[in-house]
T-cell receptor, first 113, second 105 residues
């Protein structure tokens, strides 16, 4: 009954370090998403993948890269972390894209110092 | 203008009150609409979809007004457990900033 699993749950990085946030879903969903959530800003879409093998930019893609490794996994990479990337990151998946319910992971709380 | 806008609140209401939130959207071609609920420091979860004719789920009623480009969420007989942030989602998974609701005894 895992649903969407994100790792790690918490991370502290120094400015300039790199890291990859992992996301996996076991619901056989086609679409996957990465969001960031900052106080008062709601969730902002970073990147999404409509299906295996495709990725597209969302509202705030700068400073991030993604990989849709297979149907289950969608990773988000910060190549050179900046304090402005301090945020809570959520991964989500949905069955048939935008018009269906999205299921979210529990989030990764990232602090860049 | 942002694609999706919500009144951030907070809305502080007593138990048993009726409260309504609106969410406006800018893209007149939008086709899909949802309300999500997010508890403090938790992930968002779907509360209900919003259909063109309006829909109800227990104490919750969602409506769509295409002419004025907004959706609404009405909560009747508020419970303490309704305290949360309510996020609207329009079309291509664009979220509003959320409206915070606190229900007090």
């Amino acid at each position: 009954n895992a649903g969407v699993t994100q790792t790690p749950k918490f991370q502290v990085l120094k400015t300039g370090q790199s890291m990859t946030l992992q996301c996996a879903q076991d619901m056989n969903h086609n679409s996957m998403y990465w969001y960031r959530q900052d106080p008062g800003m709601g969730l902002r879409l970073i990147y999404y993948s409509a299906s295996e093998g495709t990725t597209d930019k969302g509202e705030v893609p700068n400073g991030y890269n993604v990989s849709r490794l297979n149907k289950r996994e969608f990773s988000l990479r910060l190549e050179s972390a900046a304090p402005s990337q301090t945020s809570v990151y959520f991964c989500a998946s949905s069955d048939r894209g935008y018009n269906t319910e999205a299921f979210f992971g529990q989030g990764t709380r990232l602090t860049v110092v | 203008r942002k694609e999706v806008e919500q009144d951030p609140g907070p809305f502080n209401v007593p138990e048993g009150a009726t409260v309504a939130f609106n969410c406006t959207y800018s893209n007149s071609a939008s086709q899909s609409f949802f309300w999500y609920r997010q508890d403090c420091r938790k992930e968002p979860k779907l509360l209900m979809s919003v259909y063109s004719s309006g829909n109800e789920d227990g104490r919750f009623t969602a409506q769509l007004n295409r002419a004025s480009q907004y959706i609404s969420l009405l909560i009747r007989d508020s419970k303490l457990s309704d305290s949360a942030t309510y996020l609207c989602v329009v079309n291509d998974m664009r979220f509003g900033a959320g409206t915070r609701l606190t229900v007090k005894p």
